[in-house]
């Protein structure tokens, strides 16, 4: 059991008020399935849905563990230069599969492995405090984009390769540098090709918030001492149990369409991710770009669809968010992540026995407590009709955060079929980009000027 | 101007498709916004909503100013033991007011100031590596809870004071410690009293997510050499420009009115807010509790109201969540968080002019890069009849910080008139919490006990 998934709490029948995904629902659900399914498996075979292949890809996994040991040994630190798909899957493995707060730790307690950094926005003040903290000398830099021409990325490489140009000379400068980017496209290939600058590749057919098993998230992982052959095969182990086009033995498959069938026939259009457990929080974070891009589209027939996701943390979400899921207007799912076999962890000593709020603790566990944290809410959910589901993992291993991370690629690429979108493309992004560019004077965005100029201008009645 | 809000572009008039609030809805508007100010003068007048006292109240100032002192100077780490509004606060103020990854800098570069460390959840792995990596005799302890009996901090208090007695001794252990609670009820202040352990006072009529004024965000501000003094002085100046009952010249109630409108006239149920400035990520996060746990509620007529708060960053969720405002149902307004000011900050440099992608970026900054991309996105969203608006600070100082939270808790006071509930309880968790009492065998949860076992059951056809 990588990984088991118990929608009980989402469907009609046990629910009170006539909540919940209803037996003909279910049956459309698994019938359009069948159809999503095979156009999956359809595309694949065309050569697009590139991810399919990630979790076997030997070759991928090999180059990059070459790359990771040929250059992670003489560093402290890590940089990693990107933003959306480049970052949220490092970040994810990061936190899922190291130690907490790993960058606090001494080298000792980092067994010698490097710190992590994460540079995934252009704010000039978190940019010059990075470069402030860190020895150039000492570190390694990784520039991370699928286009290779991602304007945020660009700019903060502009700035860290003066900045190691400046404090290495050039050709030093060149051997601190990785970048992992699109095989042909793009400006970072060029510039790859130009100098000399040792790269990774994201395969063509693999978009950036699909590459978190390409070397955009085993690259940093392998660097800070993840198994990431281990996250490969549980991500492979969870691709086999989701083969199936029968949706009643399908997990990612479940997944997508209980999500789908809640949206459309229910009103849950909010849907929040909830691991209870910290490593996973980030997984969370990683989930919101995935299933919001994917998914948020205009359709052929100029609807807009696209259920909104929402990131959350048990037990920490019981005292911000818990309130809004029971007694907020019921427009939301909450897909619960537990993990298994933690009821011995954490002993709670007795103390101050007269209190009746600290009496009973002692005894327990944390484990223990967390789940049943978990446990009371799903149920508090349920006794108010509120649609709900958990995933459970084993323990948090590089094999059951492969898993993780495939079942919600899967169920994505599942889930634009059943929304009839393009779940592999970003559109809706490009006016901004073109605006962006027409500001900062880019070649070619006279257009977008012009649109811009006849954009509505700050009213002063509506200021204040 | 400590403080402007641009909603242009959430008014009828310049946005196509007929979207945005009108003039005779925004009238509307302003004559329930007269009574919801009058009501929240009324509930203050009658001493409920001790908020609206905190920015100056000068003797809890003193107070905290005089315990950071006392307890501040030779300790390494402060570790913070809370939950929900006992962390949000000052996780909110750490992010906001000390240098980026304030807790990997040295103690030089940080001028000899302790770390801050937050534990806000019962994961039994982020406790013990937290404990594993404190020295215990140079750590001072926070214990955070207005109740005094939360459970999970209750947890978090046993674990670590059973550590810090066998590590010191029961005498030095009640040194290292420090409370802050209700100054009557709870566990935590008969503890304090029985032993003599020093305790700061959370007014009994301030809740927990309005508490970051109080001493549970300024006490550990105070300790990592914030200028908590600068926090209300800005707080103070918000109120000033906020007294005001017409919502023409009062802030807080344009915010609230205009996403009480656009949720209830427009199905924008789903209310981003999204900071362009790393230092304001947390102020969303803090957010999301104070308007999801505020305005999430049963009526007194038995419907549920209540938006959904949705945290976000920009320019990083351009690339994650963007997609999904523009081109995903218009269920959503989108508040921008402008920082001006900054557009001299992060010159980039020029380099590889010959390729499309980088030649256009040199010479420009970061700064401007930043402003440029919120304004490109505010526009494009305004295109597409998205609703959107931005509130601008002079700078990220304590002032405005101290501005924007205390804008948001009066904005929610407010919110909670308009939507017809009370903003100050939560009454929607307590089912959880009996349930979990109940299978933890806390005394009195008998009767959770028996609705506990009524609840669905796990069924096999709904599992994979």
Redesign the interface.
Known sequence: MPL????????A???PGGAGITPSQWAHGASRFATAHARVLAQHAAGTLGFIDLPTDEDALAATLAVARRHGGQVDDVLLLG???S??GPIALRSALR???W???TVE?RDGLP?LHTL???????????LS?LSLARTLVLVVSKS?????T??QY??V??ALDETLGEREARARLLFVTDPEV??LR??ARAEGITTLDIPANVG?RFSVLSPVGLLPAALIGIDVRGVLAGAAACAARCASPEL????AG?FAVMQWLADREHGA??QALMPY???LRDIAAWF??LW??S????RADGT???P?P??A????D???????????????TVTFIKVDG?EG??L?????AE????G???G????R??E??R???A??L???GRLNATITVPAVTAQSVGALLYLFELATAYAGELYEVNAFD????E???????A??????SEAARA??DA?????PR???
Chains 1, 2 share one sequence.
Do not use: C
């Open positions: 088991h998934l118990d929608f009980t709490n989402m469907m029948g046990q629910l933003i959306g798909g970052a949220l130690p907490p707060h960058n606090e730790l307690q710190r995934d926005n252009v704010d000039p003040a978190s940019i010059s405090a990075m903290r290779g021409g991602t304007v945020e660009m700019a502009l700035i390769r003066a793009g400006a060029a510039v950036g009643a033995t399908n997990p479940v259009h909010v457990a910290d490593p919101v770009q919001a891009e998914l948020g589209k205009i807009s669809v696209g909104t929402l990131p943390l048990g037990a920490t019981q005292h911000a968010q818990v309130q809004l899921f029971m007694e907020g207007p019921a427009d939301k933690r962890e954490g709670i000593p007795s103390r101050h209190r009746p709020e600290l009973y603790l002692g327990h566990t944390l484990g407590l967390l049943v944290e446990q009371a809410t149920g508090a349920a006794a108010r970003q559109p809706g992004v006016l901004g980009k073109q605006f962006a560019y500001m900062l004077g880019r070649p070619g649109q811009w954009l509505p201008k700050p009213d509506w200021q204040v």
